[in-house]
């Protein structure tokens, strides 16, 4: 079973800049995985908010684009997932996942985000 580790998310004012994190498991995994992260609010489907792989460009869903950016540090085996300018329409499950070359997504336990307005 792969276990990520993630961390961050909390409450936070409209306007506002929250980080995730998300750890993977091990090197050798990290290194041949893209992750990123998919978010679901209540009622709505999973969308996904960020990706990216190893040398490989970031992918953003369209509604985040421009207001959250994903990273990757190759020493900790870990992404992160800035997100500034925080909305309401943010207010979600976080997900992070990752996604070693032609195998299935692995899930994180999530992580919730509540925007206020």
């Known amino acids: 079973q792969v276990q990520l580790v993630e961390s961050g998310g909390g409450l936070v004012q409209a306007g506002g800049s929250l980080r995730l994190s998300c750890k993977a498991p091990?090197?050798?995994?990290?290194?041949?995985?893209?992750m990123g992260w998919f978010r679901q609010a209540p009622g709505n489907e999973r969308e996904l908010v960020a990706g990216?792989?190893?040398?490989?460009?970031?992918a953003y869903g369209d509604s985040v684009k421009g207001r959250f950016t994903i990273s990757r540090d190759n020493a900790k085996n870990t992404v992160y997932l800035q997100m500034n300018s925080l909305t309401p329409e943010d207010t979600a499950v976080y997900y992070c996942?990752?996604?070693?070359?032609?195998?299935?997504?692995?899930w994180g336990q999530g992580t919730q985000v509540t925007v206020s307005s």
């Open positions: 996942y990752l996604r070693p070359q032609g195998e299935q997504r692995y």
């Open positions: 990216i792989a190893r040398g490989g460009p970031p």
């Open positions: 091990n090197t050798r995994l990290f290194s041949i995985s893209a």
